[in-house]
């Protein structure tokens, strides 16, 4: 490939056949106007060698094992032109289709799926950039180089930079100082029947100063399909001077797939990011947020439910680094886990040294619905600073027996009364959404799961 960084691909172990599509792949990357692109693949595909598919022998990955991707190799997925119809796009909309949509089939934009105002003929909100990552390295090449971050050392994100390695699309959003958007961006990304495939994106998202939006994240199968696809994403997000972020995610994929995702966040001073993640799909299923709150008074809150059943592996990772003075996290994640479900959550909180003055709050709670069922909790403290007020807690339990026998004794028969209680206890993080659509829209996707739906 003209002008590309020359690298030495010698793979060993499970992550033999990746390193090896991502060989086939180079030979057809951009020539001499995009190399740094492929100096960033290249180096990407270097760290993946050199850390290979990460294990339970890593602190961070303590509860999740990726068996399924050693024993299956995932091959990349075309570009979307599976046969999908507008009626099936309209099963996963918000009420009223009030929202901007962006549509991914097996990893790739599909302008006919979308919203009409995403094309070259249509009017966004001013001060908004909407783009497939595709179209964005062919006609803003800028705006991607300028934020799109190479691979990092930790060997915990071995996952990550495969993504950058092979990712084949993805979204680009882009608010100019001071915007403001009304209606939320929906990014809708669906997988097919096919099997055996693995679809990598990789999203940006940059928000200038005092711009403010909400963005919504859906990962789910086509109606009727069982694909045992594997999902990797890497969403980056950069929050600048008091920008706000409300950043929401669904994952309902078929419960034969395998789900790995990861939000990258970058807070400046006064920045917000709120964000909610639910999680019901997927064999295995694994969603990170790592977090720096680099500025003076950065504020985050993390916030999501992870419900399973069966033999479901749910896994959330938060590790988020206060950097700055005066810097906030409220998070609060809650576990439903019945059958043989496997639920963890690991959470991270670093205090740097100089950032006085933080607050950070941390919760995890988990409802085991069964004997065989596991929750697994891991929060962390590390703390090099003075003046700081830090907490985090976990429990792991049943039912509470008076709430379920005040119910009983109203005239409500057992499973009625205890089917109520998991509503509340997985409904509350929800209840907390401001925006109402959004909020109907999860509200919705718990519903179906509590009524036993698998989409």
């Keep these: 490939m003209s002008g590309a960084v020359a690298m030495q691909i010698q793979p060993k172990g499970a992550a033999e056949d990746y390193l090896g599509q991502y060989a086939g792949l180079r030979r057809s990357l951009?020539?001499?106007d995009l190399t740094w692109l492929a100096s960033l693949r290249?180096?990407?595909?270097?760290r993946f060698q050199a850390q290979g598919l990460p294990t339970s022998a890593l602190e961070a990955w303590k509860f999740t094992h990726l068996d399924r991707l050693s024993k299956q190799i995932y091959a990349p997925g075309s570009a979307g032109d599976a046969a999908v119809t507008t009626e099936q796009i309209a099963h996963f909309r918000f009420a009223g289709m009030c929202e901007i949509l962006l549509v991914f089939v097996d990893g790739h934009f599909r302008a006919d799926l979308s919203d009409p105002q995403l094309g070259d003929a249509g009017a966004l909100p001013a001060g908004l950039?909407?783009?497939?990552?595709?179209?964005?390295?062919?006609?803003?090449?800028?705006?991607?180089?300028?934020?799109?971050?190479?691979p990092e050392a930790d060997p915990a994100q071995a996952l990550a930079a495969l993504n950058l390695a092979l990712a084949g699309d993805g979204a680009v959003i882009k608010l100019t100082g001071g915007t403001k958007l009304t209606q939320p961006l929906h990014l809708l990304?669906?997988?097919s029947k096919a099997s055996?495939?693995?679809?990598?994106?990789?999203?940006l998202i940059v928000a200038e100063a005092g711009s403010e939006a909400t963005i919504v994240e859906t990962?789910?199968?086509?109606?009727?399909?069982?694909?045992n696809a594997w999902t990797n994403v890497v969403t980056q997000v950069s929050v600048a001077e008091s920008a706000v972020i409300r950043h929401f995610k669904v994952q309902s994929e078929s419960l034969e797939a395998t789900h790995t995702s990861a939000s990258d966040v970058h807070l400046a001073s006064h920045a917000r990011y709120d964000s909610f993640a639910l999680a019901t799909g997927a064999a295995l299923a694994r969603h990170e947020v790592r977090a720096k709150l680099t500025g003076d008074k950065a504020s985050a809150t993390l916030n999501g439910v992870y419900l399973g059943r069966g033999r479901q592996h749910q896994a959330q990772r938060t590790d988020v680094e206060h950097l700055a003075q005066d810097t906030s996290l409220s998070e609060t994640y809650k576990g439903v886990l019945d059958g043989r479900a496997h639920g963890a959550f690991l959470g991270r909180i670093h205090v740097?040294?100089?950032?006085?003055?933080?607050?950070a709050q941390q919760s995890n709670r988990n409802l085991l619905l069964s004997d065989h069922a596991v929750a697994d909790s891991k929060p962390e403290l590390e703390i090099y600073a003075d003046d700081v007020k830090c907490a985090h807690g976990a429990t792991v339990g049943d039912l509470e027996r008076e709430p379920l026998f005040y119910l009983r004794a109203r005239g409500l028969g057992e499973a009625e009364a205890r089917a109520l209680l998991i509503e509340a206890f997985a409904a509350e993080l929800i209840d907390r959404i401001e925006d109402e659509t959004v909020r109907g829209h999860f509200r919705n996707?718990?519903?179906h799961w509590l009524a036993g739906d698998t989409q």
């Design 129 to 150: 950039t909407v783009l497939s990552l595709a179209r964005a390295l062919a006609k803003t090449p800028d705006l991607v180089r300028d934020h799109l971050a190479g």
């Design 189 to 191: 990304l669906l997988t």
């Design 352 to 359: 740097g040294h100089g950032a006085r003055g933080t607050d």
């Design 42 to 46: 290249d180096a990407a595909a270097a």
């Design 219 to 227: 990962y789910a199968a086509l109606p009727g399909a069982t694909s």
């Design 30 to 32: 951009p020539g001499a």
């Design 196 to 203: 055996g495939q693995a679809n990598h994106v990789r999203n």
């Design 445 to 447: 996707q718990l519903t």
